[in-house]
Every structure is written in structure tokens, then in C-alpha cells.
């Protein structure tokens, strides 16, 4: 089972937006509709902030947005905040030689 | 409050044993599949395994296929991870985590570091 693959690090000035990409296979991210998005901050837990692809659990800002076309899925962030700085992960729920989950190589987003 | 609580974790020799425990409050533990995640020192997330609500199913990513044996206790609200053949690059913080039916983890313990080293 190998990774998904996301950029290392994307970057971007306090209101702009940016999208980090999450690439898989017709086996995970291009076969179900279970792509989520989690964002961590150093010496927490991960935090889901999308899943299902677009839906946003109660509580997250509606900066945050999802999408998916193929196997390549998509988070956007928005109105870029001091407070968005920290590592994304997107994962899949996959069937490549098991029924589970394969998560994202992990994208740093960084405020200037 | 949903709360997940792991225990066990600690320095083992490469070749050795390890058992976490996950303990479980606030929701209904036997309604829910659970899964083990992991994270190296600096590193990205990797699922470890899940397990079915009543324990009749279980799923291992390819590295710990054959080492790792997911189990758990209902009564008990309590979800295990017995850990043989350690290797080095088992080390890491194991997180236990809730699968929602959304196929994603909303809820996620403090983490539990295990270390393989001599």
C-alpha cells in the first residue's frame, strides 16, 4: 500500500488561498467517495476536517473546502489564517490488498 | 465526551513484544469499528489496522501483516494492539481512533510512543 501523494509544502500570505493536492489510485481516492482531510499541529492529534470528500464536520470554518475529479483529490483553504499553519494529511479509504485506510505523505502549509 | 485513553507503550529491543491498550468512554464502544494509527518521529500518518465492532473482522496494513494482532474487549470498552517482532521502524506514537461509517476519524487518543532500539 503505498502513500498518496501530496505536495511537501505549500505557502501563501494571510486572506489568499491555496489547494493542496492528493493524488491516488482507481483503488482508493478515484473508487470511493471516502476522502478525508486532517490538519495537525505539532505534538497534537490529527483533526478531521474534511470527509466524504466535501463535507465539512460541524465546528470547521467554511474556509476550509474539499473536492475530487479522478484520483487526484483537492482541500482549498481560504482567507488564509496565522492559525491555518500546520501539517495536512488527506486519506482514503482503500482495497489494495486490504480494506482500510492509506493516508497522504503530508503537506506543511506555511503563513507568510 | 468521547475519550480515548492509550497505555502501553515504552522502550522494547528490536525482536521484542509490545501490548497497548486503548481505553474507551463516552459512546457505545461496541457500536463502532476501531482502528490503530500510527506516526514516526517527524513523519506522516499510516494506518495500522481496524476491527470490527464485534471483533469477527480484521485488517492490517502490509508491514505489520503476520507481527501485529488488533483485538478487543466490549465488556471492558477496551481496544488492544499485541505487537510481535519489533522492528525499528516500528517506532513511532500509536494513536487509537474511532472509524466513523463516514469512513474518516473523528475522535483520536493522546498517542502512546513506542520506541525499538538496543
Known amino acids: 500500500q503505498s502513500a498518496l501523494t501530496q505536495p511537501a509544502s505549500v505557502s501563501g500570505s494571510p486572506g489568499q488561498s491555496i489547494t493542496i493536492s492528493c493524488s491516488g489510485t482507481?483503488?482508493?481516492?478515484?473508487?470511493?467517495?471516502?476522502v478525508s482531510w486532517y490538519q495537525q499541529h505539532p505534538g497534537k492529534a490529527p483533526k478531521v476536517m474534511i470527509y466524504?470528500?466535501?463535507n465539512r464536520p460541524s465546528g470547521i470554518s467554511n474556509r476550509f473546502s474539499g473536492s475530487k475529479s479522478g484520483n487526484t483529490a483537492s482541500l482549498t483553504i481560504s482567507g488564509l489564517q496565522t492559525e491555518d499553519e500546520a501539517d495536512y494529511y488527506c486519506s482514503s479509504y482503500t482495497t489494495t490488498s486490504t480494506l482500510g485506510y492509506v493516508f497522504g505523505t503530508g503537506t506543511k502549509v506555511t503563513v507568510l | 465526551e468521547v475519550q480515548l485513553v492509550e497505555s502501553g507503550g515504552g522502550l522494547v529491543q528490536p525482536g521484542g513484544s509490545l501490548r497497548l491498550s486503548c481505553a474507551a468512554s463516552g459512546f457505545t464502544f461496541s457500536y463502532y469499528w476501531m482502528s490503530w494509527v500510527r506516526q514516526a518521529p517527524g513523519k506522516g500518518l499510516e494506518w495500522v489496522a481496524n476491527?470490527?465492532?464485534?471483533?469477527?473482522?480484521?485488517y492490517y496494513v502490509d508491514s505489520v501483516k503476520g507481527r501485529f494482532t488488533i483485538s478487543r474487549d466490549n465488556a471492558k470498552n477496551s481496544l488492544f494492539l499485541q505487537m510481535n517482532s519489533l522492528r525499528a521502524e516500528d517506532t513511532a506514537v500509536y494513536y487509537c481512533a474511532r472509524d466513523e461509517e463516514t469512513r474518516n476519524f473523528v475522535n483520536w487518543g493522546q498517542g502512546t510512543l513506542v520506541t525499538v532500539s538496543s
Open positions: 482507481s483503488s482508493d481516492v478515484g473508487g470511493y467517495n471516502y
Open positions: 476491527i470490527k465492532k464485534d471483533g469477527s473482522e480484521k
Open positions: 466524504e470528500v466535501t
